[in-house]
């Protein structure tokens, strides 16, 4: 009996040290992560591969210069990315061929690939030249979510889609996303003081999130294919922390926080083969759900307004 209680009680010592390690260590990471969303690193390099010249960054402050931006996280996508690239670019020719008005960028941000990532989005970047098709390297795998925030941060369009490499929402949709975003500025303006000519859809803090909701039950986050105001990628990227699965759970956070509107609409969505999602990334997304609620209940992740 005394031999059983003894164990009892080591069992129960090792508990608490485990408890007591864990908390330490969840606090200890939030509080490191509490200036993770002040990006002072170093500005990407954009590089014309046909003539070797670098070409001047754009930051996430200055005004637009296109009218959206496509923003494409890409990891080991040798094999997916290519048709992704050609039905997106192929797509944005077709409706800038029918409005001289709409321009557009690509930006493709290589996520420390080991395959010939690099090589396959520096082939489009030849071909569509530097001006429409972009490569951010974050030269080591950093996560989702950082590949995603750096490409906000430097793209110029007035509206800023995140879509995967693997092409599984048809990139047509985002007229759908579009086309809400610009009802409710037409709302929002209608509201306003200002006169038309001094706001632009861009200056109009909205978010609209494409959702696979009708195919299963799902929450609005876990989609892939959002769109943003630049005015709403300018609150949210500048202070996002969480850098992989789960960003997408921040965002939804962030945006109610500034009261950003945001919209949920219904996009085609299929299951493309080779997803980078797996079973070792469920603790890390619970990891990530942990250190987001210690670091803002606590206070030490301070949102920047």
Known sequence: M????????????????????????????????RFNHSHAEGHPIFEDPSSLKQVSCPYIFDPAEKYISLIIPAFNEEHRLPGALDETINYLQQRAAKDKSFSYEVVIVDDGSADGTKRVAFDFVKKYTVENVRVILLGRNHG???????????????????????????????EKLENQIHTVAKRELGGSSASDSSLQISDFPIAAFGSRAHLEDKALATCGFKMFTRAAARKLFTNIRLKRWCFDVELVYLSKCFGIPMIEISVNWCEIPGSKVNSLSIPNMLWELVLMSVGYRTGMWKICT
């Open 144 to 174: 989702k979510g950082e590949a995603i925030r750096k490409g906000m941060l430097h793209s110029r369009g007035e509206l800023l889609l995140m879509l995967d490499a693997d092409g599984a929402t048809k990139v047509d949709d985002l």
């Open 2 to 33: 005394e031999f059983q209680w003894t164990i009892f009680e080591f069992v129960v010592i090792v508990a608490l040290v485990s408890a007591l390690a864990l908390g330490a260590a969840i606090v200890f990471e939030a509080f490191r992560r």
